[in-house]
């Protein structure tokens, strides 16, 4: 009963992402506001991260299974794929950089904070 309420919690969060994206009409997507929300809750302790814990591990332990039919379906795409590898190759190189570098910041800017 534990893990149904766990996840029950995190169902929650990600129905107030889809009310949040409906209502503002960001180009932000649905999970993103719920993990927002429940950030926000687990700061304000309104939720507990014993609430969560459990299922949240779970649930990023098998990540990794979510993925595999994104792959498939590249494969079937794999043409298109070949034709702008260049293209697709550079902007994966600048987002990786650009995010390493907004990254490093925001460490940086945590670390000043706390001291």
Known sequence: ????????????????GFVAKKLTGLPIPEPVFGMIFLFVALLFKIVKVEDVGETSDFLTSI?????????????????????????????????CLITMAVTAKIVEIVQKVRK
């Not at 009963?1 to 107030?16: R, T």
């Not at 299974?65 to 190759?89: E, H, R, S, W, Y």
């Open 1 to 16: 009963m534990k893990y149904v309420k766990e996840f029950c919690y995190l169902i929650f969060f990600l129905l107030l």
């Open 63 to 95: 990540l990794a299974f979510t993925f595999t039919p994104l792959g498939v379906g590249l494969m079937v795409q794999f043409d298109v794929i070949k034709d702008n590898a260049i293209q697709i190759l550079v902007v994966m190189t600048i987002s």
